[in-house]
């Protein structure tokens, strides 16, 4: 899969802690993607299964919000995204020094 910026940002955040789920608020919040780019793009994800997705289960009374729809990587989204992020990044050239690098990559 080729990554644009905003794709290698949202797995770059999914890899920080890859059995983590995470919620598209959230990945907004962390990465900068906003949300027209973001959920088409965990649709995608979800389709070719590198993301696996279901709805929190709560009463959303007692916790007073609406329930969230959580995303969590699953095997080949950990593998294959290591692989894209790091394509991603080699592709551009040598990575400054003070850019925090993945484990694996």
């Given at each position: 899969?080729?990554?644009?910026?905003?794709?290698?940002?949202?797995?770059?955040?999914?890899?920080?802690?890859?059995?983590?789920?995470?919620?598209?608020?959230?990945?907004?919040?962390?990465?900068?993607?906003?949300?027209?780019?973001?959920?088409?793009?965990?649709?995608?994800?979800?389709?070719?299964?590198?993301?696996?997705?279901?709805?929190?289960?709560?009463?959303?009374?007692?916790?007073?919000?609406?329930?969230?729809?959580?995303?969590?990587?699953?095997?080949?989204?950990?593998?294959?995204?290591?692989r894209a992020v790091a394509n991603f990044y080699?592709?551009?050239?040598?990575?400054?020094?003070?850019?925090?690098?993945l484990e694996g990559t």
């Open positions: 899969m080729l990554l644009s910026k905003s794709s290698a940002k949202v797995i770059t955040a999914f890899l920080k802690d890859p059995t983590q789920e995470q919620y598209g608020f959230g990945l907004m919040g962390s990465t900068g993607v906003g949300s027209g780019s973001l959920y088409p793009l965990l649709d995608r994800l979800e389709r070719i299964g590198w993301v696996e997705v279901h709805d929190e289960v709560i009463d959303e009374v007692a916790e007073g919000r609406p329930k969230r729809r959580l995303y969590r990587l699953t095997g080949a989204g950990q593998r294959e995204g290591r080699r592709d551009l050239g040598p990575a400054p020094s003070w850019l925090p690098r």
